[in-house]
């Protein structure tokens, strides 16, 4: 029978798959930087940063995810029901409690981010709190703490770093051609050739990472629903607060294409339909609710 560690160990594993590829990504992009302008030092830059973007990443991966969002400290006199409910549900999940942040956001939604249960955070938006019941807010605090006892969220956290470093280095190559190519004979049938290709995996850097990111969001938001119900016994408040969060329609203000994946739902709301929906962090929320439903049946 699932419990809420069933994969756990599979998540380690795919952090440190992740941290590989990305890194063989960036060194790749550092190779063609360094030939294409025939400066063997930017190849040793690009393998410092990679190594330090890695460790960034695991050791400060949810502060910047918590600064991205804006969010505060939630202090236990400020928010007495909010931080019962999540010390009862971390007893219950045999889980540290998190910290707990308070997104300043009307649009509902949260998060959770650390590097392991010791040093977990679970970030909910005031709008969040306005629209659900205490049931609801069971299910959606259960959900969290899902990713926490499956170890995503260190998984989560790292490709936020790596998929906005990889952005950051396509786009910058990519203005670079602005002001003029390498010092490459232009000649150089070879050379040509290289350049092309070259350009083409620059520009398609970006479409890798979110790529993987992909691969490993939308399975993964099953995975926790799944969980928060065997958690709370009560499949249905998940399903509701599934609803009525999916119902709003505006966008966070702090959504961000590097973070959309560590939200319980789509933060840039409404729902992206043909081509687009291909490239939603989040599976739909019909058969996520679905899914539950049959659960608790």
């Known amino acids: 029978m699932a419990t809420l560690y069933t994969h756990k160990s599979e998540n380690i594993t795919k952090t440190w798959l992740l941290v590989g590829v990305f890194l063989a990504l960036i060194l790749g992009i550092g190779y063609f930087f360094a030939d294409y302008y025939q400066n063997p030092g930017i190849l040793t830059i690009a393998i410092i940063f ?17 600064s991205m969002a804006k969010a505060v400290p939630a202090t236990e006199s400020q928010y007495p029901e909010l931080h019962h409910i999540l010390e009862n549900l971390s007893i219950t999940a045999g889980l540290p409690k998190p910290k707990l942040y308070i997104i300043p956001d009307a649009a509902p939604n949260a998060f959770a981010t650390g590097r392991n249960a010791k ?19 069971e299910g959606v605090i259960a959900h969290e703490l899902s990713h926490i006892g499956n170890r995503d969220i260190l998984l989560m956290s790292m ?51 979110t790529l993987i990111q992909l ?12 969980s928060g119900a065997l958690l ?29 994946h ?9 729902v992206r339909k043909g081509l687009s929906g291909l490239f939603m962090t989040h599976p739909p929320v019909e058969a996520r609710i679905r899914a539950l439903t049959d659960m608790a049946l």
Request: aromatic residues 10%; charged residues 15%.
């Open 159 to 209: 490709v936020a770093i790596l998929v906005g470093f990889v952005s950051i280095l396509a786009d910058m190559f990519t203005r670079s051609l602005w002001f003029g190519g390498g010092s490459r004979d232009s000649d150089s049938k070879g050379s040509n050739v290289f350049a092309i290709v070259g350009i083409v995996f620059i520009i398609l850097s970006p479409i890798i990472a």
């Open 262 to 270: 560590m939200y319980i739902s789509n933060p840039f709301g409404g």
């Open 215 to 226: 691969a490993i969001s939308r399975r993964r938001e099953f995975l926790a629903d799944a």
């Open 50 to 66: 990679s190594v330090v973007m890695n460790i960034a990443g695991y050791w400060y991966g949810d502060k910047i995810a918590l």
């Open 119 to 137: 040093h977990a955070s679970v970030a909910v938006t005031q709008g969040l709190l306005q629209i659900l019941s205490r049931t609801e807010l």
């Open 232 to 260: 709370t016994r009560y499949p249905d408040g998940l399903a509701s607060a599934l609803r009525k969060i999916s119902s709003y329609s505006a966008p966070m203000k702090t959504a961000s294409n590097a973070t959309a």
